[in-house]
């Protein structure tokens, strides 16, 4: 990536809007040619979730993933077992939307979906063991 006149963050900002699916720390780390160390990529994305152009999802509990809030929402399917992240293509909440500011009387102004489950690949091993590993 060049260098020039642009800050670290600026470099995250493009990292993620880039991204098909939210990021870890060192993930966006790894994106840099020149890598700043792991504390100044958090110090940002401190700032940067503190003033909205990112959200994070945090997953199994400790695992915060970044991912940019300017444009569309982010809308992501995440499987609990195996860690993949997939984008959905979709987006069903135009009605929910509408329902929302009608009952609950509430200027939606943004949104974003973090599906949690199982995927199609653990979910075939899963099914053929018959000691079942996995606790839902
Ligand atoms: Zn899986
Ligand atoms: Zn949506």
Do not use: W
Request: proline fraction near 3%.
């Amino acid at each position: 990536m060049p260098a020039k006149n642009k800050t670290t963050r600026d470099f995250i900002g493009i990292i993620l809007k880039k991204s098909d699916v939210p990021l870890n720390a060192s993930q966006i780390r790894e994106k840099f040619s020149k890598k700043p160390d792991l504390a100044t990529i958090y110090r940002n994305l401190d700032k940067m979730e503190n003033d909205g152009s990112v959200g994070v999802f945090t997953a199994k509990g400790r695992v915060r993933l970044y991912y940019s809030s300017e444009g569309k929402g982010g809308h992501f399917i995440f499987c609990r077992i195996c860690d993949r992240i997939e984008k959905l293509q979709f987006c069903l909440f135009k009605e929910l939307k509408a329902q929302i500011e009608k009952k609950n009387q509430f200027k939606v102004i943004g949104h974003y979906l973090f599906i949690k489950g199982i995927c199609h690949e653990c979910l075939h091993v899963f099914n053929s063991k018959k000691n079942r590993p996995y606790r839902f």
